[in-house]
């Protein structure tokens, strides 16, 4: 079978589209249409359900992908390191949400960087978890932080800590609606502060109202910054209420800049999850930052 073609399907695979598979390769997407026919023809066997927008794999597509993937993957590892050169430092192309990539992975994972035989150059970007898995389906990154599981096989997700979510404010707000309101009178106490968040959905608020309260904010958003970093320096700043992660307001809540409105019995958590291509644990530099960031975990509390 036709190395080019396995890695052509497996580019679709993890596309979803022809359209996106060209770009990647860059191929024209005719051309993509036309190697995926060619092995369907010489597999006998349909791998693909083309829809409107993109691509479906079949249960046969899925399969293959499977099989197929990890080992592509390996040559490609080959081919960019060289046969005769193994003193040369790899590229670990990490992704995750920008807070806790920068505040929780990053500082842990330069322990690791660098030109001494066993470390690797680090690259990093930002997205959301839905960006974040697409490129790394894609193969545009090596690992990924994110805080959705992924389905199907392709893409194999370890968990990696929880964080806890609080109800935080400045001190001057919990003076006006007393210290004791929230527990007296639940989220009614709460109604009229403004509220500051990183979207117009209130993401934070609206899944520590759901989960503590049993239901929705009836506050919008008075202040809305797409950076839990300036989320947290608005509240400082006396902007009004936040529901913020424990790890990146702990300092502030120590320094009294901020307080918490509410200490639930059971707070709300979020889980973040460790997520690789299925097969790609094998490359050393994979795995030596995925076992890597699992070990700092456990001292994050």
């Not at 005719?30 to 190697?35: D, I």
């Not at 898995?133 to 389905?151: C, F, K, N, Q, Y």
């Not at 950076?227 to 509240?235: F, I, S, Y």
């Not at 790890?247 to 889980?271: I, N």
């Amino acid at each position: 079978m036709d190395l080019a073609l396995l890695r052509t399907f497996v580019t679709v695979h993890r596309a979803g589209s022809f359209t996106r598979a060209a770009a990647l390769l860059g191929l024209s997407q005719p051309a993509v249409t036309s190697q995926i026919r060619t092995l369907e023809r010489q597999l006998g066997r349909p791998l693909f359900l083309r829809q409107a927008r993109g691509v479906t794999p079949t249960t046969i597509g899925d399969e293959l992908a499977h099989k197929a993937a990890p080992h592509l993957d390996a040559l490609v590892e080959i081919a960019e390191r060289g046969l005769d050169d193994d003193s040369s430092v790899r590229t670990l192309h990490l992704a995750g949400p920008p807070e806790f990539t920068a505040e929780r992975a990053l500082p842990a994972l330069t322990e690791l960087a660098g030109d001494d035989g066993q470390g690797f150059a680090l690259r990093a970007s930002f997205g959301n978890a839905e960006e974040t898995l697409e490129g790394l389906s894609a193969g545009h990154h090596d690992l990924a932080i994110s805080t959705v599981r992924p389905r199907g096989a392709l893409l194999t997700a370890t968990a990696l800590c929880d964080e806890e979510h609080v109800l935080v404010a400045a001190p001057r707000w919990s003076e006006e609606i007393g210290t004791d309101a929230v527990r007296g009178k639940g989220s009614a106490a709460l109604e009229n502060l403004p509220v500051v968040e990183v979207h117009e959905s209130l993401p934070f608020v609206s899944r520590y109202w759901g989960s503590v309260f049993d239901t929705r904010p009836a506050a919008s958003g008075t202040v809305v910054v797409p950076d839990l970093r300036a989320v947290l320096a608005c509240t400082v700043a006396g902007a009004g209420l936040a529901v913020l992660p424990r790890y990146l307001c702990t300092a502030a809540l120590e320094r009294g800049e901020v307080v918490a409105l509410h200490d639930p019995a059971v707070p709300p958590l979020r889980t973040y999850f460790l997520v690789v291509r299925t097969g790609t644990l094998a490359m050393p530099h994979v795995a030596r930052a995925h076992e890597w960031l699992q070990h700092a975990a456990s001292d994050w509390g």
